[in-house]
């Protein structure tokens, strides 16, 4: 049990202290883009952990929306789902959203403006 134990438990730590960014695609329904947009900058003012979040227009389609986000950790963006402001974001811009693809869950390792985290 011991080595895998601690394997196990560093593994654990480890996730729960580095940071968590995420890469999603999230299509539009046509012509909506813009009102997507306006939806999600609503419910991001105050995300506690967020360092960076970007809403960026595809420069080929004109309903594709890029998301890059950055966390402190894991936990603070899965805990910004339960926000109230969040929420009501997420509800006014659902019937916006034709797709929604995960591309990547990533562990940004540096950034300008970033902490600096051993």
Excluded at 51 to 57: I, T
Excluded at 102 to 114: D, H, L, N, Q, S
């Amino acid at each position: 049990m011991g080595a895998a134990w601690i394997t196990s438990n560093a593994v654990a730590r480890a996730e729960a202290t580095e940071m968590y960014g995420l890469i999603a695609k999230i299509t539009s329904t046509p012509g909506r883009r813009d009102d997507l947009i306006g939806a999600l900058k609503e419910g991001t003012d105050a995300m506690p952990g967020c360092l960076s979040y970007v809403v960026a227009k595809d420069a080929v389609d004109s309903n594709i929306l890029w998301i890059t986000e950055v966390w402190d950790t894991a936990a603070s963006h899965d805990g910004s789902l339960s926000l109230p402001a969040v929420k009501a974001s997420i509800a006014k811009a659902k019937p916006l959203i034709a797709g929604f693809e995960k591309i990547a869950a990533t562990t940004p390792a540096w950034g300008v403006g970033f902490p600096t985290k051993i």
